[in-house]
């Protein structure tokens, strides 16, 4: 029972930006689209717990991946959902606008990290 316990602050940040987009819909009085919603919830929360796992090394299969690489992996799935969560302030017209916005928000998130953070 000697065991370091630690906090994982990707976690924490995670739960922070979900109950952001709760409190968003929430304050919208549930006037949201519920598939862009549920869709970016549900992704994020899996691509975390994934790269967690991959992270502290615990799955094989990203083992041609180094932890460099998977960490930019990780702040791109933290921005993309914060682009994610922006998108619900917009009042989408319609389905591929909002379809649109998730695939730019997915794209710009996951964009941003590998282009601006490099080895020296």
């Known amino acids: 029972m000697n065991e370091k316990v630690r906090v994982n602050w ?3 940040l995670g739960v922070a930006l979900v109950l952001a987009a709760v409190g968003i819909a ?3 009085r549930w006037d ?6 549920l869709a970016a919830i549900v992704g994020y929360v899996v691509a975390v717990l994934a790269l967690t796992f991959a ?4 799955r094989g299969q990203y083992a041609e ?9 990780m702040y791109g ?3 993309g959902f914060l682009f994610l ?3 619900l302030l917009i009042p989408f017209g319609s389905f591929w606008v909002g379809l649109g916005v998730f695939i730019a928000s997915i794209a710009a998130g996951m964009a941003i990290p590998f282009l ?5």
């Open 10 to 12: 990707h976690g924490v």
């Open 32 to 37: 949201v689209p519920w598939l862009y919603f």
């Open 26 to 28: 929430f304050v919208r």
């Open 65 to 73: 991946l180094d932890s460099f690489d998977l960490m930019r992996v």
């Open 55 to 58: 992270l502290r090394g615990s």
């Open 77 to 79: 799935a933290h921005l």
């Open 85 to 87: 969560v922006g998108g």
């Open 116 to 120: 601006l953070v490099r080895k020296a």
